[in-house]
């Protein structure tokens, strides 16, 4: 997709989008503490695990490329923008520091690109256009298929206009470039969120934000653990089988002539998912044990976020 690694970027460019995402996390950790509770913790944490585990699943897009879905516009229909920010942050974070898939300077960038673009400008395409169509369950699924393409192709071109603010590539080369492919993926990427959520919005329009307060309640609360594991379980497996060839990044950089430019950090825990074990065994050990680092550090954040509200209230 457009994780960014190391060296692609210029220091100008890495500083200012590290400050630019410091400062939108912490407004959207506000604004998220004023809408959930310590109750959707469990499923926020879920979801933050299986956004993972989807994105782990490579697909062919064009000849020599591959891509992965981003999920950044699926989970803000679930959480809202705000929750679904702080969910693919979540995910960035810790495909930076325990896979060196993304780098740590160009953190800032990938959070802006993945996370604000994906979940928050998303978002609000999707919101736009149920308020100028309707809310009916077609309408939302064509939205929601919409506003995913589009915020696909903007990641795209995000990445490729920092890359050519950061010099590495001609600014009309890198974000061509990066749009044309993003185009091609964004098919995907629109088509399962707008079957999702029609889907959703025909059998239970309750687990849609905002309707769903945060925190759904008994039976649509079950219904979206469910949903999650079982998507978290499936990636897990296709993860294993899925295409080794470059990325959309990859490719542009290759093409390009910058691809000696990339590094990766070398604390990574487990560099290009694999555990200390050779082939099967040690991707499988790499995948169990980020998920639940996933699970349980996404919902301790969101429980210590709801606390938080609840104690203001009281």
């Known amino acids: 997709m457009a994780h960014i ?11 200012t989008t590290l400050v ?10 506000r604004r998220s503490q004023q809408e959930l509770d310590e109750r959707a913790a469990p499923t926020l944490g879920l979801a933050t695990a299986a956004v993972f585990a989807a994105q782990a699943v490579n697909f062919p897009v064009a000849a020599g490329t591959s891509g992965h879905l981003l999920g950044g516009v699926l989970v803000a229909v679930l959480f809202g923008p705000w929750a679904g920010y702080l969910v693919m942050t979540s995910v960035l974070i810790v495909q930076a520091l325990i896979f060196a898939d993304g780098g740590l300077t160009a953190l800032g960038a990938n959070v802006l690109n993945i996370a604000g673009i994906g979940a928050v400008i998303g978002y609000g395409i999707y919101a736009s256009l149920i308020t100028l169509a309707g809310g009916g369950p077609r309408r939302r ?12 192709v903007l990641t795209g071109i995000a990445a490729g206009i ?7 590539a001609p600014m009309r080369l890198s974000v061509g470039a990066m749009a044309s492919v993003h185009a091609l993926m964004g098919l995907a990427e629109g088509a ?54 470059p990325d959309s990044l990859e490719r542009v950089a ?12 070398e604390g990574a825990l487990f560099p290009e998912y694999r555990a200390w074990l050779p082939g099967f065994v040690g991707k499988l050990i790499a995948f169990v044990f980020s998920m639940a680092l996933l699970f349980s550090g996404a919902a301790a954040m969101f429980r210590a976020l709801g606390l938080a509200r609840s104690a203001k209230e009281s």
């Open 20 to 29: 630019a995402a410091g400062a939108v996390t912490a407004y959207t950790a």
């Open 5 to 15: 690694p190391d060296g692609f970027l210029s220091a100008t460019v890495s500083v």
């Open 192 to 245: 399962i969120t707008g079957l999702a959520v029609w889907t959703l919005a025909r059998k239970r329009p309750d687990l849609l934000h905002p309707s769903q307060a945060g925190a759904p309640a008994g039976p649509g609360r079950r219904v979206i653990l469910a949903g999650l594991g079982s998507l978290a379980v499936l990636a897990g497996i296709f993860s294993l089988i899925a295409s080794s060839m």
């Open 162 to 168: 920092e890359l050519g603010w950061s010099e590495v």
């Open 254 to 265: 290759i093409d390009l002539g910058f691809a000696d430019a990339g590094t990766e950090w």
């Open 141 to 152: 699924g064509l939205a929601a298929a919409v506003a995913a393409y589009i915020a696909t």
